[in-house]
């Protein structure tokens, strides 16, 4: 959400901004509504003064055996004007909170001008993009080939963009978890939660899900949401609160299932695991000091680097551009896994993690606060989020790097423990 006050103090700042997002100038008709509003509170203002004042001149003159006849109709009067303003503040009020919330976050000025994903900018490597010495399979080939992948199972129990997983491909899905969360807590400071996997409308907008992406959203029939990932709850958890400044940064974690609608996808990476309605994440979420969030954001990308980094996966990370930073972020790293199964045997980099500073667009909205030890006064939190990981994708990415000729899969030694001693997957008995 914006700040009324800086496209009061900075139009041209704002629109240029919003430019950088492929939007139109809209500093205007936000500052009209705005100015209608103050006018109208202006003029309350005025009218509450008259009436106070003539309600104690009305007292005055029957305390003294006057006539106030004309007074208390002018109070009457008063009276019915301002519940018609109030009326009107209150829809110009939501009119001028929906524009504020309708228009994405301001981008820093580090983030690169393009305007898609071509456009991003390599910050560095790890690893090299390898390819087997025979032809490589994707994932689906290779999960179906161990019997433990099952698509068609799937679809007949929910339709098109779920998955079956059964046998050691299960088990490795839990395993994965497991890794993450212990190298995020005992490692790196984050507490894990557990929290409901169904919100409210409110906690939806308070991170920017809401009111524009509801058609990418599933919804139950009682105005409740499923989360598209954890960062919706975990964020929300400081919605409506003033915290400490001394218990900053607050570092927290969770391993749910996320749920997207994928009505912007029709068509995309339609085969296989990596764009479906349910998927597993283990999720990173900070809440922080204005002065040190980009600090934060880059100890959260390193944290989702050292996961991979664990696995023998080889990645990139990328700035993302203008046009392809989300609607909440103001700045965007973007974790890409090499892939070698993809691209029919050629191998490319897929996302596995996104780690984004929203600065205090999201705490705007939530309400979210700390108290300053030196001023004493009340602030507007930064908020990050990122995956550390996706673990589907992480899924795929050791099947697809792991794999043998035989169409077995090797599997990371820092699995093995997690797997209780099993080093690769072979083709389930039936």
């Known amino acids: 959400m914006h700040d009324i006050r800086f496209i009061r103090n900075h139009p041209n700042e704002f629109d240029a901004a919003m430019a950088r997002r492929n939007i139109q100038p809209v500093a205007a008709e936000i500052l009209a509504i705005d100015e209608k509003r103050r006018h109208i509170q202006t003029e309350m203002q005025e009218k509450q003064h008259r009436r106070n004042d003539a309600s104690k001149q009305v007292g005055q003159i029957k305390s003294s055996g006057g006539d106030a006849t004309s007074l208390i109709e002018e109070v009457a009067a008063l009276k019915s004007e301002l519940a018609d303003m109030e009326d009107q503040d209150r829809e110009l009020a939501a009119t001028l909170d929906n524009m ?31 390819l087997p010495d025979f032809p490589a399979q994707d994932h689906v080939s290779l999960g179906e080939g161990l019997g433990m992948m099952d698509f068609g199972l799937g679809a007949k129990l929910s339709g098109s963009r779920f998955v079956v997983l059964k046998g050691d491909l299960s088990r490795l899905e839990r395993a994965l978890a497991a890794f993450m969360l ?37 919804r139950t029939t009682d105005d409740r949401w499923l989360i598209p990932t954890a960062e919706v709850p975990l964020t929300n958890l400081v919605a409506g609160e003033i915290v400490d400044e001394a218990s900053l940064p607050m570092r927290m974690t969770a391993y749910t299932p996320c749920f997207r609608a994928e009505a912007g996808a029709a068509g995309r990476d339609t085969r296989g695991m990596i764009r479906q309605h349910q998927f597993s994440k283990v999720e990173l979420v900070s809440v922080s000091h204005p002065d040190h969030s980009n600090d934060e954001l880059e100890r959260m990308t390193s944290c989702a680097e050292t996961i991979l980094q664990r696995l023998d996966l080889s990645y990139r990370v990328m700035k ?91 599997l990371p030694p820092v699995l093995h423990a997690y797997m209780g001693g099993q080093t690769t997957l072979e083709r389930m008995k039936t």
């Open 100 to 130: 504020l919330m309708d228009y994405p976050n301001i981008l820093d000025a580090d983030v690169p001008d393009g305007s898609d994903e071509s456009e991003n900018r390599l910050i560095r490597s790890y690893g090299e993009a390898v």
């Open 182 to 218: 212990d190298v995020h807590t005992r490692e790196f400071g984050y507490t894990e939660y557990q929290p409901p996997y169904l919100v409210k409308s409110e906690t939806m907008a308070g991170t920017g899900q809401l009111p524009k992406f509801a058609l990418d959203l599933f």
């Open 320 to 410: 993302l551009c203008s046009g392809d930073t989300g609607f909440s972020a103001r700045t965007t790293y973007d974790i890409e896994v090499w892939l070698p199964g993809q691209n029919e045997g050629k191998g490319m980099y897929r996302e596995i993690s996104s780690c984004s500073n929203c600065g205090d667009f999201q705490a705007r909205r939530m309400r979210a606060r700390y108290k300053s030890a030196e001023s004493k006064s009340n602030a507007f939190v930064h908020t990050l989020n990122g995956s550390g990981l996706a673990v589907g994708r992480t899924m795929i990415a050791i099947l697809e790097n792991g794999q043998n000729a035989d169409g077995s899969i090797a």
